[in-house]
């Protein structure tokens, strides 16, 4: 049964979900950029040089600390995007 | 012309007890067990009196009444409708369709044979009298 | 640690595997699935993608190149946590189109063209044949490190055992059912086990190695900056391009798109999947640089470091460790196997088996068991699968070149993802650009990359991978166009896919789409729009049901087309019958019924066969758009009102229309009483008058006393049937509820009804064994209804030498009996009535009985909680019974 709702009340719950969708689509965006931006970081410890250079651990800690962040978004994400599956789909 | 009746009946049973009445009055009965062809039949043999049943195989009796009526040489052959319903619509159907006399079964043996003396005995004249007290 | 030991320890880990798979399909096949479908089972499947490579070869590949082993996890990462955008998009059409793998879609998307199809299945086969191959060498590689060699094994033979024992598994239960969207529940769950054997494995060894050799975090984090990967350099192309080579490839995948794809049960488990999945690669990659890192510090300078995840323990002395990785990387190496050679299989068969079988004989689409056909193709095909995985494996055993096979094959199946991609996201995608693209791609990956990966003078001499060929530079294969000095994976990648993507660009921009390209376009792209996802596609009513359903059961057997086409005839409002009317929507479902099991481009073939060609014209679509166009104007509230009120409309007709039937029905009735007991009383008056005048000879006054005997008798059985009626349909049956056996009741059923027509010889087949069940139910009604059906057999089929057949089976709690003869059946316009009271059929004139019989048998079958229907297109009339098991009585009385 459709009838007519108070439309500020209704309008906030499709909205928010739209916006989950949007910061879906936007993340692997950000995570590959992320992701790639060790390339334009100074090259870590070239064999000799000492001075300056990254460390290998450090990278390490990076990359993973960086995926557990994207996992832990992600799952954050996943049950309100799984719920409106059956929506209508796209703005 | 003569005493030949035609019977148009699937009921075996009862077409062998109508036979024997009316073979007994001096009738000559012939017989056909399903509706296909019987106007035709009719049409050929030309009989004094039509029995016709109205739920046979092949086709209905009102189909067959119509479609004999529907022939100059078989139009004023007087036709009895034997009927197992009871229903008013039967019966309003069949004298629509052209019946000059209808016997709802089952029937009295005195019934039939009086309808058959009486509608070959006033087949000159076209149409009897309408009901009768031979109709149940 | 002993060999023996060893090669037990795998065999048993195979029995426990073949127990999951088995248990699993009983499971399945009961109809409880409860965590078998669930998204943990779904996650754990898509695990695959971490194969042997990943198991061995990542620490092999961090040893070497340092941090790059990762760009291989972080690029399906990025796809997962990115589900929204194709993956999403992707499970959707491949279960509204049932699609049965990636060469199905392809095919499927531009027009369910097969050329693109084989193109496909072809590509793949080439890519992926030296990835199994791989996989095999893997675990011949573990199984080296164990032996010594006092007991060592033929590499060769182990081999060849491996690949033997996979295909054997992989055809028990990848070849049981057909359609490729319901099944492999055993597999997949097989596979979510050897997932979980594979990820402890793995952290057990890396927590051995972090806080057993290394001592803790923070000593680790020491030792790596002190070890020789930190001289590691990030190379920003290979960085970037292999990112982005391992993202298309978690999707390009054969046996990535079956888990993810084919073998989804609910689109819910992807969003799941979309942070479990990353989770999991994670979690395999986290010990990958403090394995590789310790295994450089302890282990002799000449060790393999593909194999350090085995032998540091070994090395260590932890027997019982480094037999739990050696599961762990056969776990691995398995499972890829299985689920490729599954998934090149349905391509194999679909594209170019089954196809190639109908072309020479056209009419065995509804002449041969077609069923058998593709089962058979599908085996045969894993068959081939794994001698060609074996044959790759003998002929480049142990060289080099097997290294960066999984590089090299991921470049191969990425060239499918400008045809997929831009499939799904652009209508203007055409057939012919989707070929020209896959076609250059394909070439260019096999001339930059394949061919060269041999080696110099392998199948490339040296002097064309130095000079070009004849001579001419700007052809030579690792530096095309003149680009020199890039690395040559990547400048295989780059060129590639760049002269693929620019091809289907340009040749789709250029060419005109058929209708049906632009209709599967347009559902394809469109798949979020309800209504738009089946377009009609057929003209109406040209079909026959009864031949759609003898297809339909040659290739999903009898059971799975009957339940279809039931549910089908349910869905369109007919109760009694089974056959649907072939309208277009039917026609279309039956269609993605068929192409879940052959694919799509046979499917179509097949059904065109029956129809008369695909009915799309250019007006069709044009219908299609302004429908569209139509249902675009209005707002959603007036759309919803509308279909209220049809709706209501609808319910409201259908109850007038009902009613209306009702009191037809009535009067019919009463009407028809009233003639069954008139006629048998008229012949009793008038014989009985005829008596009543005495007259008589004796003889006469015998047959007409017989007479009227035999009618008396008729008067009380239609009586005796009436009442019964009254009763039954009135539901105040009182059943006597018993364990019978059934053969008892069919065979009392067989000698009562010997009465009817005692002089024809009619032969039974019946299956005893089956047969031989007990049911709780009322064993008079029950055998009452089998004395109706086999009389009528007996009575009415005109076969020369007449059969009747009980076949039976199980269902669930229900068990399945059909009475078949072989005589004309019953025509098709007379089906929906025959189980209405006093229903005859033309024929049959006026027959012994009043047409009650198989009206009494719906009831008494509804009142023992059972339905009865007219089974059609099966040669003869056949009724199908459906009874439960155990009648219990509160369920009694209201039907199936």
Known sequence: MRRPRRPLFLARLPYRRRRLRDAARLLPVFGGFLFILPVLWAPAAEPGAEAGARLLSSDVVYFFGVWAGLVAVSAAFAPGLATTQDEEEED | MGREVLLIEDEENIAEAIRFILTRDGWQVVHLAEGRGAARRAAELMPAVVILDTMLPGASGLEILAEMRSNLLTAHLPVVMLTAKSQPRDREAAERAGADRFLAKPFANADILAVVRELAAGRKTGLGPSGGAAVA | ?896
Not at chain 3, 705 to 721: F, V
Not at chain 3, 726 to 734: A, D, M, P, R, Y
Request: glycine share 10%; hydrophobic share 50%.
């Open chain 3, 1 to 896: 640690m002993p060999f023996n030991l060893l090669v037990l320890a795998c065999l048993a880990y195979v029995v426990f595997l073949f127990c999951v798979a088995f248990w699993v399909e009983r499971r399945a096949y009961a109809g409880r699935f409860g965590w078998l479908r669930s998204p943990l089972v779904y996650t754990l499947s898509l695990s695959i993608y971490c194969t042997a490579w990943t198991f061995y070869g990542a620490v092999g590949y961090a040893a070497r190149s340092g941090m790059e082993f990762l760009t291989i996890y972080l690029g399906p990462t990025l796809v997962f946590i990115g589900w929204w955008w194709v993956l999403r998009k992707l499970v959707r059409i491949g279960r509204k189109h049932r699609v049965t793998s990636i060469a199905d879609l392809i095919s499927s998307r531009f027009g369910k063209s097969n050329a693109l199809g084989v193109v496909v299945t072809l590509m793949a086969v080439v890519a992926t044949t030296p990835y199994i191959a791989l996989q095999l060498q893997s675990v011949v590689l573990s199984f080296g490190v164990f032996s010594n060699a006092a007991d060592s094994l033929d590499a060769g033979q182990t081999a060849i055992w491996v690949a033997g024992g996979l295909a054997v598994f992989t055809i028990i239960f990848g070849t049981r059912n057909l359609d490729a969207q319901e099944q492999h529940h055993g597999i997949v769950t097989a596979i979510a086990v050897e997932a979980v054997v594979k990820l402890v494995a793995l952290l057990a060894v890396g927590i051995f190695v972090v806080w057993g050799l290394a001592g803790g975090v923070g000593a680790m984090l020491d030792r790596i900056d002190a070890s020789e990967l930190s001289a590691w350099t990030m190379q920003p192309g290979r960085w970037t391009g292999l990112i982005f080579l391992s993202a298309a490839a978690v999707i390009c995948l054969p046996r990535m798109f079956q888990v993810m794809v084919v073998e989804n049960a609910d689109e819910g488990h992807l969003a799941t999947a979309s942070w479990a999945f990353p989770a999991y690669v994670l979690a395999m990659s986290l010990f990958i640089v403090p394995i590789a890192v310790i295994g450089l510090e302890r282990l002799p300078d000449h060790a393999n470091p593909d194999m350090f995840v085995l032998t540091l323990p070994l090395h260590e002395g932890q027997n019982a460790l480094a037999m739990l990785a050696f599961l762990g990387g056969f776990s691995s190496a398995t499972s890829m196997v299985i689920i490729e050679a599954i998934a090149l299989s349905t391509m194999v068969s679909n594209h170019i088996l089954v196809p190639g079988w109908l072309r020479l004989r056209p009419q065995a689409a509804v002449a041969d068991d077609l069923r058998g056909v593709v089962l058979n193709a599908r085996r045969l095909s894993i068959a081939a699968v794994m001698a060609m995985g074996y044959g790759y494996y003998q002929l480049s055993g142990g060289s080099a070149a097997l290294a960066s096979i999984g590089l090299i094959a991921f470049a191969g199946v990425a060239q499918f993802l400008p045809a997929m991609v831009g499939g799904i996201f652009w209508r203007g995608a055409t057939k012919a650009g989707a070929m020209a693209g896959l076609l250059i791609g394909f070439v260019t990956w096999a001339y930059a990359l394949f061919l060269p990966s041999f080696g110099p003078d392998a199948v490339l001499s040296a002097s064309l991978l130095a000079e070009g060929p004849w001579g001419v530079t700007w052809l030579r294969p690792q530096a095309l166009f003149g680009v020199a000095g890039m690395d040559p994976l990547i400048h295989a990648i780059f060129w590639s896919l760049m002269l693929n993507g620019t091809a289907f660009f340009v040749i789709s921009v250029l060419t005109f789409p058929s209708p049906v390209e632009r209709l599967q376009g347009a559902a394809f792209v469109n798949v979020f729009d309800e209504g738009s996802g089946a377009p009609r596609r057929w003209s109406r009513g040209e079909a026959e049901p009864e031949e759609l359903l003898v297809m339909a059961q040659r290739i999903l057997g009898d059971e799975e087309a009957q339940v279809l086409f039931e549910s089908e005839a349910r869905g369109q409002g007919k109760t009694q019958s089974l056959l649907p009317d072939p309208t277009p929507e039917f026609i279309s479902t039956l269609e993605q019924r068929l192409a879940g099991s052959v694919g799509a481009a046979t499917a179509h073939a097949m059904i065109s066969q029956l129809v008369g060609g695909a009915a799309v014209s250019v007006g069709d679509l044009m219908a299609l758009a302004s429908e569209s166009a139509e249902r675009a104007e209005h707002s959603a509230q007036l759309e919803a009102q509308r279909a209220e009120l049809a709706r209501t409309a609808g319910a409201l007709r259908e109850v007038n229309e009902k009613l209306t039937r009702l009191s037809v029905q009535k009067d019919a009735f009463l009407s028809q009483i009233s003639h069954e007991l008139r006629t048998p009383m008229t012949s009793i008056r008038a014989f009985s008058e005829i008596l009543a005048e005495g007259d008589l000879p004796p003889e006469m006054v015998a047959r007409n006393g017989r007479i009227i005997h035999e009618e008396t008798k008729r008067l009380t059985r239609l009586l005796d049937d009436l009442l019964d009626l009254s009763v039954l349909e009135n539901g105040k049956v009182t059943l006597s509820l018993t364990l019978s056996n059934l053969r008892d009741m069919i065979d009392r059923a067989i000698q009562a009804s010997e009465q009817v027509k005692p002089e024809r010889e009619v032969v039974f087949r019946r299956d005893l064994m089956r047969e031989n069940i007990f049911l709780r139910t009322d064993a008079d009604r029950l055998t009452q209804v089998f004395i109706n059906l086999i009389s009528n057999a007996r009575k009415y089929c005109e076969a020369e030498f007449p059969e009747i057949r009980i076949n039976l089976r199980m269902r669930g709690g229900r068990v399945i009996i059909d009475v078949i003869d072989n005589g004309r059946g019953i025509p098709k316009d007379a089906q929906s009535t025959i189980f209405e009271k006093f229903t005859r059929l033309p024929e049959e004139g006026r027959a012994k009985g009043a047409g009650l019989g198989l009206a009494i048998c719906r009831e008494i079958t509804e009142n023992l909680g059972g339905t009865i229907a007219y089974l059609p297109g099966q040669g003869g009339a056949a009724f199908r019974l459906i009874l439960p098991l155990r009648l219990d009585l509160g369920a009694q009385g209201q039907g199936g």
